[in-house]
């Protein structure tokens, strides 16, 4: 190709001289995407400010990226500035030997023996949950679930990661996470986003819930070094952990990483899918009494336990739907970092590659009825050859979710604990809509009443 040839690149829209397609991205991001595949096909580019993206809509380009040549593309520079600030270099962010270490250090920690007893926490808390909403549910008053799976997720993370009661964590904590994820929504809307360095009010909140929460990791990771390490909460097991082709452990700083990234993830993902699950089910009464069947056949009104989730399919395919038509996570992307092809066209070093959940969830060419929630395509059967592209709430390849199997294993014990105890009715007003941020939530939460079962 001579200087005079221009470079060949995928089709897209030319948007505003300045800002691209930002404004539209900005006012409805999942309408967007969605667009763009319908009209470009497999591959299209996009620019929103001064980022331009090459957005995939082929199982086929996000298996390349993903899987057969991940370490050709890394973290983009979008995720590492919304969350980079916050989690430092824990396992989200971090890239090469540094994070193949911390891969290698975490990945035997998560055993089904660790899962056994964390399922003991997760039924524990959710029962004391529902029996909290016996006099909602006695007087008919409506509250706002979403609120509530969030505290329950919040609940269970700080109990299996710090080995803390909620409880006793204080409100400052609680809402320092809430500020973090905050300011990760406000680097992902921005797209260019000021410097954290810059004081402006938001920066000056972040600085100050981030002390919060470095103080108390800090302070429990230095108590820890004081005392034995007997515990069965994931940073013990993580102070514990050697790497198994060095024998190096995690540093101070490594563990706090980790846990903030932990903390962050493990709860948010879930509280979503949670919210989600429990709206579906409220619209689709045949498959919320199918769920609940199969929780009085196999649990006879007690709640479940590790051992029993193998039984409780139709579930844990309620749970996969539920995440194909509203991800938590919507969207990701990479950034190439040597020079590779995608479609015919030439990927230079810097490009960001972007792929939608929310799109290749809902591909008429890789679903049958697309739009309908339907938990039984996610059968044996019909699952069958699925391509890692077409279905991928956790990501895919090496950098697949660590704790996609725990995120799993808590809605499978949440769901029927609940619906054992409750018939879960969500209001028809305001409406359950989603809200596109840094998970996909439903904009105006999720108003319910709890319908007590007969008996």
């Not at 890394?74 to 962010?93: I, N």
């Not at 899962?115 to 008919?140: H, L, N």
């Not at 809509?433 to 998970?439: A, D």
């Amino acid at each position: 190709m001579t200087a005079s040839t221009p470079a060949k690149v995928p089709p897209g829209p030319a948007g505003s001289f300045l800002f691209g397609s930002l404004r539209d991205f900005r006012a409805n991001p999942l309408q967007l995407l969605m667009q763009l595949a319908t009209e470009y096909g497999d591959i299209c580019r996009f620019r929103v400010g001064f980022l331009e993206f090459y957005l995939l809509n082929h199982p086929d380009l996000i298996t390349h990226v993903l899987v057969d040549r991940d370490k050709h593309y890394k973290k983009s520079r979008l995720d590492l500035e919304a969350f980079g600030p916050f989690v430092g270099q824990g396992l989200l962010t971090s890239e090469g030997d540094l994070w193949k270490q911390q891969r290698r250090l975490l990945q035997p920690l998560f055993t089904q023996q660790m899962f056994e007893a964390y399922s003991q926490t997760i039924t524990d808390y959710t029962t004391e949950m529902v029996d909290r909403w016996k006099p909602w549910a006695e007087s008919g008053k409506t509250f706002d679930l979403a609120e509530e799976m969030t505290a329950l997720t919040m609940r269970v993370i700080t109990r299996t990661i710090l080995g803390l009661d909620f409880a006793g964590v204080s409100k400052e904590v609680t809402e320092a996470f809430e500020i973090g994820i905050d300011y990760a929504n406000s680097v992902m809307d921005t797209v260019v986003p000021l410097p954290d360095w810059v004081p402006t009010p938001g920066h000056v909140r972040f600085h100050h819930s981030k002390k919060v929460l470095f103080d108390l990791v800090n302070g429990l990771i230095e108590q820890r070094r004081r005392t034995s390490l007997e515990g069965k909460d994931l940073l013990t097991l993580m102070m514990r952990a050697r790497d198994e082709q060095t024998g190096a452990a995690f540093s101070d700083d490594m563990l706090r990483d980790q846990v903030l990234t932990f903390f962050g993830a493990g709860h948010e993902t879930t509280a979503q899918s949670l919210k989600w699950s429990f709206s579906m089910l409220s619209r689709h009464p045949y498959v919320e009494q199918k769920v609940h069947a199969e929780a009085q056949r196999v649990l006879g009104g007690r709640a479940p336990t590790f051992k029993e989730l193998g039984a409780l399919e139709y579930t844990k395919m309620v749970i996969h739907e539920v995440m194909r038509l509203w991800p938590a996570v919507w969207m990701l992307d990479r950034e190439a970092v040597v020079e590779d092809e995608l479609a015919g066209y030439p990927v230079p070093p810097g490009t960001q590659v972007a792929f939608s959940q929310w799109v290749m969830h809902r591909h008429p060419a890789y679903w049958e009825n697309p739009e309908g929630f339907d938990p039984e395509r996610f059968s044996p059967e019909r699952s069958a050859g699925r391509a890692h592209g077409v279905y991928f709430p956790f990501g895919a390849g090496p950098r697949v979710c660590i704790g996609n199997t725990f995120a799993l294993m808590e809605m499978q014990l949440i769901i029927p604990t609940i619906l054992q105890r409750y018939r879960l009715d969500v209001m028809p007003s305001p409406p359950v809509v989603p809200k596109p941020t840094l998970t996909l939530r439903p904009m105006y939460g999720v108003p319910v009443r709890a319908i007590p079962r007969e008996g």
